[in-house]
């Protein structure tokens, strides 16, 4: 829902903008003569963002409402980051309905290693938003795989899902968490349809195998932001846990991924177990990122 304009501060946020720019960054001639005014003048954002200058001119003074495709022109040739972008739009009143495309991020932000560092004996991860896995503590890779054999650009939790025999194996009920895990990568991919690295992703996966092919075309989705799963560990048995996921509050689109059994219950005796300085392998007793 759009807010009501504040055609004031809208005209006093552009003024300011514009004289953050010079001709030269922008790409505009050099002008002949000393400029009277600190960067960019009314004339120049107008041919930047191909609008007339009367029409910017009333629009710094709040005597006409912009529309949004002005608004995407006018961020464009003002050079607008992101939080920008979403100001200018809140004091013209209108709802910014851009795409989002961050770049991806493959390190994990701090306080997310931090968690990684302090749930010693709980299996976690953080994703990345392709499901990349960027970074896990030595539970989870108990639990798992060796993460850190394996390429940092196979380090994917759907392809390990489809492709890896320890972690598909891991999975009692594999067919049920691999389509749960492709409804979920199609919602990504609905969020993201421009991003190629995710068709590709899906390209390699309907090829490599034909479960996930079929999945894919059902067009079911969800979030996957929490479950039960139940594995079958080469080393403790049968486990049945609680998998909760978190978003990162900073569009990031990282999630970190926590892995719980009911205290007392079987599934937490043998946690416990399989994460006991003793039982892991010592390959698994450093927490490794992407970069690793």
Known sequence: MSSA??????????????????????????PGSARKVTGLRREEVARLAAISVDYYTRLEQG???????????LARAL?????????LYELAGRTDARPRRRPPVHQPRPAMRRLLDQLTRTPAL???E???????NPAAAAL???????????????RLLFTDPVVRELHRDWAHDAREAVAALRMEVASHPDDPERARLVGELSVEDADFGAWWAEHHVNDASYGTKHYRH???????????????????????????????????????????????????????????
Not at 10 to 21: C, D, N, V
Not at 79 to 87: A, M
Not at 130 to 136: I, N, T
């Open 5 to 30: 304009p504040d055609s004031k501060a809208l005209g006093a946020f552009l003024k300011a903008r514009r004289s953050h720019l010079t001709p030269e960054v922008c790409g505009l001639p050099e």
């Open 63 to 73: 005597r006409v409402r912009a529309s949004a495709p002005v608004l995407a022109t």
């Open 79 to 87: 050079r607008l980051d992101d939080d920008q972008q979403k100001y």
């Open 126 to 128: 953080v994703l990345g």
């Open 130 to 136: 392709r499901l990349d896995v960027l970074a896990w």
């Open 144 to 158: 798992f795989t060796d993460f850190a054999a394996i390429p940092p650009d196979r380090r994917n939790y759907l």
């Open 234 to 292: 080469r080393l403790v048995g049968d486990l049945t846990l609680d998998c909760d996921t978190w978003a990162s509050p900073d569009g990031s689109g990282q999630r970190l991924m926590v892995l719980t059994a009911e205290p007392g219950s079987p599934s937490h005796d043998a946690l416990l177990l399989l994460t006991s300085p003793t039982t892991r392998q010592p390959v698994a007793d450093q927490v490794e990122d992407v970069s690793g």
